[in-house]
């Protein structure tokens, strides 16, 4: 029987979870094999160069740019702090100056006289890349950065916004269905990561920043309160640089939509223990999801191979949760009760293969295997 792709995303009590941690250069590595790290812990750390200024200093002395060398105070390599005088010029027997400070502080590069002007390289900015979760460094990249392995609760989202967060779970929705509300958030939530249920409003959202939160996952968010947070509409490019104060991370879709109840029920399970989350996502080549983190042992190396629950991917079957991504069935969560292998002719008059399958509520349907996806569990 022919098999097809079936997109999947994952739902897992209890899985090994690998993050390559790595530098955007070159720089140095602090930890090594065999090191246990903290989420916060720094594992490498470099320095990118500074922004790099020019100075037209002929211009500004009323020299020729030939003559400017003769007029510098200060050298190739000087670091130079902003406001402090680097070229001068006397005219008149030395009864008349003219100055020239700098823009900004940082180090001479060079000094041309050809155009006159000084390039100056402002000061390095500091890189550091930290672990994301508890875990064991297992792998080195010289010079790069490491691999950190844990064992721990991991949940997939739809969709997210915002970088990495850490932070404890914090529970505040009863139940899946429940809207994020502002009134449940309150300064006690300060630097946690929020649970909500069917929805996070704009005025959640922004209750939440108020207070210092570090995330929020709730099932669904509404794409006009996306637009309002983050002041313009969102392309077809990768998320996760938002610059919005918190992180969030969507496991349903857009507008108003119950989060799957093994999904709340997992992360309720977990309330608060340290989670990290991403909100980066990426739906086209090189698909990347928003995920939620909740290692299982944060005190010290942990020894749970022999507890791992996850099984490798056997795709498709009977038996296996799938979410309908398309309509009339958008966003339900059921359980596939049979793979009919023959084509079936649709409406459309196409001929697909399909699968049967029994939602939540105990009522059946027969839908195209191009509108599911898969949860792994």
Known sequence: MAHAYT??????????????????????????????????????RTELPGNVQTVNVANKLSILPEDIERHMLAKVGDWVDEGECIAESRSFFGLFKSRCAMPVSGT?????NITGQVIVRERAIP????????????EIYENEGVMVR???????????????????LEVVARRPEDALQPEMITPDHEGKIILGGSLVTIEALRR???????????????DADLRTILGYDLGVAITGSEDIGLTVVVTEGFGKMTMAHRTFDLLTSRQGMKTSISG?????????RPEVVVPLDSAGRSDRDSEIEDTPSTGLTVGRHVRVIREPFFGKIGKVTALPPELQKLETEAMVRVLEVEFDDGTRATIP????????E
Not at 369 to 376: K, Q, Y
């Open 7 to 44: 997109p999947g995303l994952r739902v897992a009590k209890q899985t090994e979870v690998r993050k390559e941690r790595r530098l955007p250069l070159k720089g140095e590595v602090l930890a090594k094999v065999g090191d246990w790290v903290k989420a916060e812990t720094v594992v490498a």
């Open 108 to 112: 001479i590069e060079s000094v041309s």
């Open 369 to 376: 295997r191009a509108n599911v996806e898969l949860i792994e």
């Open 208 to 222: 939440a920043q108020e207070v210092g939160a570090k995330g929020i996952i709730a099932g669904g968010i509404g």
């Open 127 to 138: 890189v550091e890349v930290n672990a994301y979760v508890d875990g064991e460094v297992v």
């Open 280 to 288: 980066a996502t990426q739906i086209r080549a090189g698909v990347i």
């Open 150 to 168: 844990t064992v721990a609760t991991f949940v997939q989202g739809i969709f997210g916004i915002g970088g990495e967060s850490i932070g404890i």
